[in-house]
């Protein structure tokens, strides 16, 4: 049959990459619902429980003294945006369109837009959100301040980032073993419930209890963005360094498992 080759020189396959990149962000995003706005609300309604039950659950305990001076919502709300932004994130590029995937046939795709768009969709949604949530919350209940606005949307950003990164080595590995893939993110969200430390401060918790929280970067980055947060906490047990460390060290085995992976998947392995 007849082809037509067109050449292309760096920077209009630049924009093709990205016009790609952009079409496939929309399409994730209406993926699971066909209106955004439908999508929006679930997520948001989501973010909004785990709000609301922290706070009554804490209160109930007994635990808001515990809590560092100042908004004690907002507090919360440190915790549960950085959280959910960071699973979301993982789940998400987790499970992207691997190799073997129908749409992986169409000529232009390929995996590496299909993990940034992946993870470009799960930022604007949760992003959209916060800024709703916070909107709403500053309207109604008084004006939500930051003693250093840059450093928490880095912390988001970063809590963004690292669950991408760890979501790019499940995302490799699910073509050799789909099942247990799917139980490890599971586990693994269900374990950054109590391993992010999204309901405790940092700095009042015992020297020997930190070792089972410090080895998550999502606990770094909350407790990095409680001290951007507030103007009386300085974090003591945690680092901005380490999550960076951690992300970079993830994506580069995730790339590079994805690329031994795209070279020896078989389109029946997506059968299974």
Do not use: C
């Not at 590029?93 to 470009?120: C, D, F, G, K, R």
């Not at 988001?156 to 980032?161: C, G």
Request: hydrophobic share 55%; aromatic share 14%; glycine share 6%.
């Amino acid at each position: 049959m007849f082809h037509y080759s067109k050449r292309q020189n760096g920077f209009s396959a630049a924009l093709n990459i990205l016009r790609l990149i952009f079409h496939n962000t929309v399409r994730h995003v209406r993926k699971s619902h066909g209106s955004p706005l439908i999508g929006l609300i679930v997520n948001m309604m989501q973010a909004i429980i785990l709000v609301v039950v922290f706070t009554f659950m804490m209160q109930i305990l007994g635990m808001r003294s515990s809590a560092v001076r100042g908004d004690f919502v907002l507090f919360i709300m440190t915790g549960i945006f950085l959280f959910l932004t960071h699973n979301k994130a993982m789940g998400d590029v987790a499970s992207a369109e691997t190799a073997s995937s129908p749409m992986m046939q169409h000529a232009p795709m390929n995996t590496a837009i299909s993990i940034t768009a992946a993870a470009l969709g799960s930022l604007y949604i949760q992003v959209l959100s916060v800024i709703v949530i916070l909107t709403v919350y500053s309207l109604g209940w008084g004006t939500v301040s930051f003693q250093y606005l840059p450093g928490v949307i880095g912390m988001l950003l970063l809590a963004w980032f690292s669950g991408a990164a760890i979501g790019t080595v499940l995302l490799a590995a699910r073509p050799w073993a789909p099942e247990p893939v799917k139980v490890i993110k599971t586990l693994y969200a269900r374990a950054n419930m109590f391993t992010s430390g999204k309901m405790f401060l940092a700095n009042t918790m015992p020297g020997f209890m930190i070792a089972f929280f410090d080895w998550n970067p999502l606990f770094h980055t909350i407790d990095q963005a409680r001290g951007f947060t507030f103007v009386n906490y300085n974090p003591h047990w945690s680092s901005v360094l380490y999550p960076v460390v951690f992300s970079l060290v993830f994506v580069t085995i995730g790339l590079l498992a994805e690329f031994f992976t795209r070279r020896r998947v078989s389109a029946s392995w997506s059968a299974r």
